[in-house]
């Protein structure tokens, strides 16, 4: 089975500046997806970020990037030069043949 | 490209009453899921359908929740009889097999 966990349950981040999301995760299988997903309170689950685990480098878009380490399954997300419009719950989320597990998720708030 | 369509958006009863949900799919999805999430959680898998049959249903309380997809479409999601427990934002999502999901706005429950 998998599990996905995300240890802050809150964070803060001044606008323009950059802030890091941590997400662990356990999973048996070789062959899966890591994704980031973004909620904001229109409840609409949106994709941020995709990393195909077979692949060593690190998926970006545009001001998100992600830092996967493979060996420590461990899967941040990076969210440069931080806008309002970024504030939301952020979930991590593991996915292998048909099967995805989120973790808990990560309030993000911007301060102006 | 049409996103997922969930209605209704909210929904109060009692509890022991009983409700539906509805979603409609991105045309060609082939796999559909619902979705619990409770407030303050991630979202938690209740069902997933392929084309019209169920592939995983193994965290769905069968006791009280029902789910169909006719003509491997349009799906519903009903609870009979409803508990106080059952208050969650219920978020339907589709994917192409192997692909990432796309996922609806929700449906907000309140059970009181």
């Known amino acids: 089975a998998q599990t996905v966990t995300q240890s802050q349950p809150e964070m803060s981040v001044q606008e323009a500046e950059t802030v890091t999301l941590s997400c662990t995760y356990d999973?048996?299988?070789?062959?899966?997806?890591l994704f980031w997903y973004k909620q904001p309170p229109s409840r609409q689950m949106i994709l941020v970020i995709r990393q195909e685990a077979y692949k060593q480098q690190n998926a970006t878009e545009n001001r998100f990037s992600v830092n996967f380490q493979k060996a420590a399954k461990s899967f941040s997300l990076k969210i440069s030069d931080s806008q309002l419009g970024d504030a939301a719950m952020y979930f991590c989320a593991s996915y292998n043949n048909n099967d995805m597990r989120f973790g808990a998720g990560t309030r993000l708030t911007v301060k102006p | 490209e049409a996103g997922v369509a969930q209605s209704p958006r909210y929904k109060i009863i009692e509890k022991r009453q009983s409700v539906a949900f509805w979603c409609n799919p991105i045309?060609?999805?082939?796999?559909l899921y619902w979705y619990q999430q409770i407030l303050g959680q991630g979202p938690k898998l209740l069902i997933q359908?392929?084309?019209?049959?169920?592939?995983?249903d193994s965290q769905l309380p069968k006791d009280r929740f029902s789910a169909e997809r006719l003509k491997g479409v349009d799906s519903t999601l009903k609870i009979q009889p409803a508990k106080l427990e059952d208050s969650a934002v219920y978020l339907c999502?589709?994917?192409?097999?192997?692909?990432?999901?796309?996922f609806g706005s929700g449906t907000r429950l309140t059970v009181v």
């Open positions: 359908f392929q084309n019209n049959g169920v592939v995983d």
């Open positions: 999973t048996s299988e070789s062959d899966y997806y």
């Open positions: 999502a589709s994917s192409l097999v192997g692909d990432g999901y796309t």
């Open positions: 045309s060609g999805h082939a796999t």
